[in-house]
């Protein structure tokens, strides 16, 4: 298995709006995408200044998995959305 988790930190204005527009365009990718085995995706709740705002986590069954995860024109709308809006983005992929 194969966990991808991405964490972004978005400006304060507009933040709630994004972490919104964030979550809904993940939201229908699992039901299109049966590479996805698992996702979640959630808001932070920690007050520390060095926390992220936004958190991303997918389980594929492989890397070709993910590839077809990467690869997905919606995916792809909504990341060129997040690199355009983020002020950082951490991404990790390891295998489980």
Known sequence: ???HIVMVKLPEEGRTEAQAKIANGMAPL???LPEIK???VGTNISPSPKAHDL???LDFEDE???KVFADDPDH???VSYIRGT???IS???YVM
């Open 64 to 66: 070709a998995g993910l």
């Open 38 to 40: 698992y996702m979640d």
């Open 91 to 93: 991404i990790v992929d």
């Open 1 to 3: 298995m194969i966990r």
């Open 30 to 32: 699992p039901g299109k």
């Open 55 to 57: 958190a991303i986590v």
């Open 86 to 88: 983020a002020d950082s």
């Open 76 to 78: 792809k709308e909504l």
